[in-house]
């Protein structure tokens, strides 16, 4: 297992260190992952840093979840079973990430849930940004590496997990478990972009997230004002949140996780 002290180290936060092992054990999340909130706060763009979240931030706790193999690999209906599977893991995790918080903050200090799905920001005409990047946060924490598909890429899972994370005040020891040479996609592979339907991901891969999103997610009210160009971002913002998000949208393409040879 890595791990890294900043900070002056008590055994009060020793204790908590333990607790969030035990915690990830008994809720069997085989990836996690904590750093120091500067190292996101230094990169991050504004209003999308960790102290926009919690201004008293100084760690960042990522987890991961991988989505079953055999999901990818459904003959019939897989884009149907992924939505179904994604639904269920999205609730799950933001569940476990609230118990994780009230551990934390048992001890005195301050925890803020960085959520799976959403809430998130509508940015134009359909460019989504999290609160935070998790993606960024498990390449921070150590638990995998930016792919070429813009997803993260864990060593063992592939392109698989599901992310959540927490923001919290406590000064806690920097660490990845498992311990991971997390290297990022084959330098020679390029299956994500050769297969991708519209072209999303370019050669130096750079995600085109606008066009993955219109293609790739599809949600009644959200198509329709997206068509009609009339709108207002933050009307389009609300709606999406009651009404495209969890059972109310449908994936329609998952070709760059599935087609990927770490998936297989």
């Not at 763009?45 to 999901?71: Q, W």
């Not at 048992?106 to 809430?119: H, M, Q």
């Not at 999406?240 to 969890?246: A, E, I, K, L, Q």
Request: glycine fraction near 10%; aromatic fraction near 10%; charged fraction near 20%.
């Amino acid at each position: 297992m890595l791990t890294k002290k900043y900070g002056k180290e008590v055994p009060a936060i020793n204790s908590l260190i333990q607790k969030i092992k035990e915690f990830s054990a008994r809720h069997d999340i085989p990836v996690f992952g904590i750093i120091g909130a500067s190292h996101l706060e230094n990169i991050a763009p504004k209003n999308y840093r960790p102290s926009d979240i919690l201004p008293a931030a100084k760690s960042l706790f990522c987890m991961g979840i991988p989505v079953p193999k055999g999901i990818f690999k459904c003959k019939e209906r897989a884009n149907e079973t992924y939505w179904r599977a994604a639904n269920i893991y999205y609730r799950h995790i933001d569940s476990m990430l609230m118990q994780l918080a009230r551990i934390i903050e048992e001890t005195g200090e301050t925890a803020v849930p960085v959520f799976g799905c959403f809430p998130y920001d509508v940015k134009g005409k359909g460019d989504f940004w999290g609160y935070l990047s998790l993606v960024k946060m498990g390449e921070l924490t150590g638990i995998g590496r930016t792919g070429k598909n813009g997803l993260l890429f864990n060593s063992h899972y592939g392109p698989r997990l599901i992310l959540g994370g927490l923001v919290t005040s406590a000064i806690l020891t920097e660490m990845t478990w498992p311990e991971q040479d997390n290297t990022g996609c084959p330098e020679g592979c390029n299956v994500c972009r050769e297969n991708c339907p519209v072209g999303a991901i370019d050669k130096t891969g750079k995600v085109d997230r606008l066009a993955c999103v219109r293609y790739s997610q599809k949600s009644p009210i959200f198509s329709y004002l997206i068509k009609t160009g009339n709108f207002d971002p933050s009307d389009v913002q609300l709606l999406n949140h009651v009404t495209g998000v969890d059972d109310h949208s449908m994936y329609t393409c998952i070709k760059c996780v599935s087609m990927c040879p770490h998936t297989g």
